[in-house]
């Protein structure tokens, strides 16, 4: 069975550019979680969703970032005018529903130049 | 301000050995535990969980001790194999939200 999917899997930009991420969960999962993980950290939550309801954007750094889940199964992590401190590995996570396990993808290495 | 602790970033354990992985927590509103484990150029795996109304859980190998006084909890593995070497995460939420906070992780290596 398919896990959890990212594209693109490295991402290089511009400063100033918009980029968007995209996840695609594991078929049947109602909740889908985005995470930030710098080098020698762990994953830091960003936001998550229910179906296509967001429930929690607490995690998102500022106004440039933003997600969405319109049908409740692929997610879009959208960053706006990126920066270089926006580069990262970025990681999504789905889960049968709340309170369970979650399955993360392999992420998105995101690099602003 | 970290709310999960892996105070030690590396391990290293002889093939056969126990190995014991820590982690401390700050919030005393944390009641889910969960160890992750992650190969190079992988995403994190789900390893084993505990509920705080639990002092352990075991899964094969591997078992997670809750010491909720301390808040503190260890992920022990014996004996350890090769295939273990992998970098630990120890993850936490509370009853009110699905987000999961993570450590900074404890790299193991079992060596032959």
């Known amino acids: 069975g398919a896990g959890v999917s990212q594209s693109p899997r490295y991402k290089v930009t511009k400063r100033g550019q918009d980029v968007a991420l995209r996840c695609d969960p594991i078929?049947?999962?109602?909740?889908l979680y985005w995470y930030r993980q710098a080098l020698g950290q762990g994953p830091e939550f960003l936001t998550y969703f229910n179906y296509e309801a967001q429930q929690d954007k607490s995690g998102l750094p500022n106004d440039r970032f933003s997600a969405e889940r319109p049908e409740g199964s692929i997610s879009t992590l959208t960053i706006q005018r990126t920066e270089q401190r926006d580069s990262a590995m970025y990681r999504c996570?789905?889960?049968?529903?709340?309170?369970?396990?979650?399955?993360f993808g392999p992420g998105t290495r995101l690099t602003v130049l | 301000d970290q709310q999960v602790k892996q105070n030690s970033p590396s391990l290293s354990v002889q093939e056969g050995r126990i190995s014991i992985l820590n982690c401390d927590y700050t919030?005393?509103?944390?009641?889910?535990f969960l160890w992750y484990k992650k190969y190079p150029a992988e995403g994190p795996t789900f390893l084993i969980s505990i509920s705080s109304i639990k002092d352990k859980n075991e899964d094969g190998r591997f078992t997670v001790f809750l010491n909720k006084s301390a808040k503190h909890l260890s992920l022990h593995i014996v004996p350890s194999q090769p295939g273990d070497s992998a970098v630990y995460f120890c993850?936490?939420?509370?009853?009110?939200?699905?987000?999961?906070?993570f450590g900074t992780g404890t790299r193991l290596q079992v060596f032959p």
């Open positions: 993850a936490a939420s509370a009853d009110n939200t699905d987000k999961l906070i």
């Open positions: 078929s049947g999962h109602v909740s």
């Open positions: 919030n005393s509103m944390f009641d889910y």
């Open positions: 996570a789905s889960s049968l529903d709340s309170y369970n396990e979650q399955f």
